[in-house]
T-cell receptor, first 114, second 109 residues
Framework: NAGVMQNPRHLVRRRGQEARLRCSPM?????VYWYRQLPEEGLKFMVY????????ESGMPKERFSAEFPKEGPSILRIQQVVRGDSAAYFC????????????FGQGTRLTVV | KNEVEQSPQNLTAQEGEFITINCSYS?????LHWLQQHPGGGIVSLFM???GKKKHGRLIATINIQEKHSSLHITASHPRDSAVYIC???????????FGTGTSLTVIP
């Protein structure tokens, strides 16, 4: 049973391009969380999804950011028209239930905007 | 004010020393998690606690729900324990973790 898989591990984008970050949860997990870790800062919640539903997106910036978790396939965090301030590590976590259960984290995607 | 406070922020220890990292939180929680992050690396879940104490190898985690406090102990520390240790809580309401800012541990041979 593979852990939470995120790809790519490293992503370089020029300003104005789109970034797509993928997260495949652990087998049997239907809850996915995305977190952002800015340089020298702690992890911050972005969005919580279940299959085909966004449950809580209170941590998502209002513009350029979107997330989905389709019935089939990985969860995708999409950042349009990236800017330098989007450079960060983006972590995905999955769990079989809500956050009072064991959560497993991916290796993260390090996005660098040049 | 952060919902989760960790101390110390930075910690340097000699190999073999006993290490304690503390976490205090201000919200009602259903569980508390200790996480480990190596430089440039991913995040590994070490423990999930809702009461009492858990032990895994040289790592011990305790929680006092009444005092809203948890500790992570490392016995016989080793240079490979050098990492950032992060405390995260699952609040009773809401769908997200709240994270501490982490404790950066360096164990010197």
């Amino acid at each position: 049973n593979a852990g939470v898989m995120q790809n790519p591990r490293h992503l370089v984008r020029r300003r104005g391009q789109e970034a797509r970050l993928r997260c495949s949860p652990m087998k049997g997990h239907s809850h996915v969380y995305w977190y952002r870790q800015l340089p020298e800062e702690g992890l911050k919640f972005m969005v919580y999804l279940q299959k085909e539903n966004i449950i809580d997106e209170s941590g998502m910036p209002k513009e350029r950011f979107s997330a989905e978790f389709p019935k089939e396939g990985p969860s995708i965090l999409r950042i349009q028209q990236v800017v330098r301030g989007d450079s960060a590590a983006y972590f995905c976590a999955s769990s079989p239930g809500q956050t009072n259960t064991e959560a497993f984290f991916g290796q993260g995607t390090r996005l660098t905007v040049v | 004010k952060n919902e989760v406070e960790q101390s110390p922020q930075n910690l340097t220890a000699q190999e073999g020393e006993f290490i304690t990292i503390n976490c205090s939180y201000s919200v009602g929680i259903s569980a508390l998690h200790w996480l480990q992050q190596h430089p440039g690396g991913g995040i590994v879940s070490l423990f999930m606690l809702s009461s009492g104490k858990k032990k895994h190898g040289r790592l011990i985690a305790t929680i006092n729900i009444q005092e809203k406090h948890s500790s992570l102990h490392i016995t016989a520390s080793h240079p490979r324990d050098s990492a950032v240790y992060i405390c995260a809580v699952s609040p009773n309401t809401g769908n997200q973790f709240y994270f501490g800012t982490g404790t950066s541990l360096t164990v010197i041979p």
